[in-house]
């Protein structure tokens, strides 16, 4: 190790006090979220540390420019040198999956919700900063809170940093020209609702491709709507059960309502669909609502625009879950207090809430306190998303967030199996043994 | 009309195709006796139509794609599909000023020949070896070369990462010139393999008596017959490492150090929305090097795969 000087001590001290009083930022918390006194985490930063982050790439300009504002802040602050590389969002697994073998490349990786589950053993505990956020800003929802730490136990293991949420996005007026206010929650309605607006030629669509976010959530959706799940809370395999022949029935009534060709959707093409006009409703994020009122040209079709949330929920419990945005640091750093740091300050509400409201909530706040942000009161159409983290659901639910679980969604079982069912192939009992069989498979590799 | 009273000259003229093997001057020189226009349009225009148009249409949707608006591109109700009816520059200049395309342009094409020169350079050798100097287990060498191919990169990448990382190449344009050859120099090799066996052995051996070495015969008899077979090689060498993606995705983090492949689906999907005109722009634009590589060295492309020198 190199020398270790007074005058390295001295910085280091400077250092520390400097970026405990810029990184909690007491004083100058955002307006309107609220906190409570917490303490933050002992984090001395490293002499000369220099850090490097990946996370998935900007949904909207926004996110990245944001982010990079934030980054700066830091950088100013601390004077720890941080550099961001954004990865493409079907790419970032690969790099992770490097990094984690090599034991070289990012310090921190913002990723996706399962990722610090599969490399537990290779990242810090981030116990603390969960702990000190938590208290601070209203306590984790319970999705982050399900992602963040280790599953069955009391520790976290990565800061999850935002929920990415899926809603119905809709055009009121043709829901109204049949007769509807806003999409039921009864699945029956719903059904009839759909047939209504294929009568009037504007037909709705939802994927059932091998789409990694729309396909996946419109599987899922159906699934947990009629309480089917595809294992048990210790792994044991329940998808060929009644409910999930009740969800594979409803799904191929509802597929009948569809307009053609969404067994080949992947996730762009539901936006083109509803953008273009051939569809009155569908699943998705705000994405597709931030298109369209971005663009003078399709304003008009962002006004008529509403969303709301999945149908089929049993009280609160809405048959959704989130893509949430979890973000760990790697063993292999030789910066982690200097790592812990970053993410601190970027979850503290002065960069947070400014991150939030400018990609209009489509990195919906892991932390309850963000309730009150801007994000969801400036416009009132996005506040479907609000909730994405207190979503009950989780890929993989009821079981826990393993590779096993993640292989299942990475590999369409269940967005075949719904797929196998609407397009004729199969009745919906073989559709489930098959179901069964590829996900008692998938389980036992991960087990052995 | 009967025989007889016919024309000498349309007589003369069936002679004459018949005595040319049944071709008439309207039917063409190449056309047999048992050949016929309608038999021509089944089994060589309508199959070669079908294939141009397959080969071919993916590179006019991307130009296609490239000019339109997006108005245009996501609504195929009003606006037909195959043509552009108000072609906007908007997707290129967003490609060429809104994005670092023009350096991952020079990155990618450093990329290409530098991993295309080693890999040809080790392939020379190699095939020369293996094919020429005819020791012990050769045969099973080539094999064994051409097994190393068959090797999925999906599978190589996690143990090369670990070897870029020791070698201090993470994130560097060398960490791809180095691992490309992988899967380079097994093609290369066994492509040159099969191109050295059509030449001659006659022509080494009147230089051997004639007093050269090893090299020199490489240097001054080999290697001058094989430029087609070069070229083939590194026709082939150079459109995989401009296309290759897995080693790319993995190797480097950074944004100014990324290829064409790779960054372009990083900068141009932002999450479920994919700047599709953008994206064919850069797809189109990525792919005129190799277009303009094969347009300029495709006779010896040609000559490669028919063999070397006729005996």
Known sequence: MDRFTRRDAFKMGAGAALGTAALAGEASAQAGIPTSPATPPNLPLEPGATIRV???????????????????KFIRATGVQVRTDYVGWEDIRAQVAVAARTGAGPDVVAGWAAD?????????????????????????????????????????????????????????????????????????????????LQRINKPIGFALGNAVGDGNGTANWLLWAHGGYQVDEKGAVTINRKETIEALKYGAELYK????????????????????????????GVSVYFVLKNDPRTAAIAQDTQHARMPGAQGTRYPETANVLNAMVFRHTRFPNAAKAFIQFMMEADQYDPWLTKCLGYWAHPLLAFDKSAA????????????????????????????????????????????SVCSGQATPQDAAREAERRVTRIYRRAAG | MTEAAKPLSSINTRVDSEVQGGVTEAEGPQMMSWDSHTRRWVVVYIPLLIFLFVLLFPFYWMGVTTFKPDSELLDFKNNNPFWVANPTLANINKLIFETDYTHWLVTTMFVAVGSTFLSILA?????????????KGSDYVGLAIYAAYLVPPSILFIPLAQVVFEMGLYDTSFALILTYPTFLVPFCTWLLIGY??????????????????????????????????????GIFAFTLSWNEFIYALAF??????????????????????????????????????????YMFFVEYYVSSLTGAVKE
């Open chain 2, 123 to 135: 392939s020379v050798l190699a095939a020369y070896a293996i094919q020429r100097l005819r020791f």
């Open chain 1, 257 to 284: 309502t569809f307009i053609p060709g969404t067994l080949s959707w992947l996730d762009p093409s539901n936006n083109k669909a509803y953008i273009s006009e051939e569809i009155s409703l569908t699943g998705n």
């Open chain 2, 252 to 293: 480097i983090s950074s944004t100014e150090n990324k290829t064409v492949p790779v960054a372009i689906l990083t900068e141009l999907v932002s999450g479920d929305v994919y700047h599709w005109g953008a994206l064919m722009a850069g797809a189109l634009l990525g792919s005129l090097p190799v277009a303009i590589f």
């Open chain 2, 196 to 233: 050295f066996k059509s030449i001659p052995y006659e022509l080494e051996e009147c230089a051997l008596i004639d007093g050269a070495s090893r090299l020199q015969i490489l240097r001054r008899i080999t290697l001058p017959l094989a430029v087609p077979g070069l070229i083939s090689a």
């Open chain 1, 376 to 419: 969801w009161s400036d416009d009132p159409k996005v506040l479907p998303y609000r909730d994405a983290q207190k979503m009950p659901y989780w890929i993989g639910y009821k079981g826990p967030i393993s590779a096993a679980s993640g292989a299942v969604d990475a590999e369409y079982v269940m967005v075949q199996m719904f797929a």
């Open chain 1, 116 to 196: 610090p589950h599969l490399y537990y053993d290779k990242i810090l505990d981030m116990t603390d900063l969960a702990t000190y956020l938590g208290q601070k800003y209203g306590g984790w929802g319970p999705l982050p809170e399900r992602f963040g730490k280790r599953f069955g136990t009391n520790n976290w293991i990565s800061i999850p940093m935002g929920c990415g949420g899926g809603a119905l996005v809709y055009r009121k007026s043709l829901l109204n020209q049949v007769g509807y206010a806003a999409p039921p929650n009864e699945l029956d309605r719903f059904l009839d609702m759909a047939r209504k």
């Open chain 1, 54 to 72: 990946i996370r998935p790439t900007k949904f909207v300009d926004a996110d990245e420019t944001v982010w990079n504002e934030n980054q700066a």
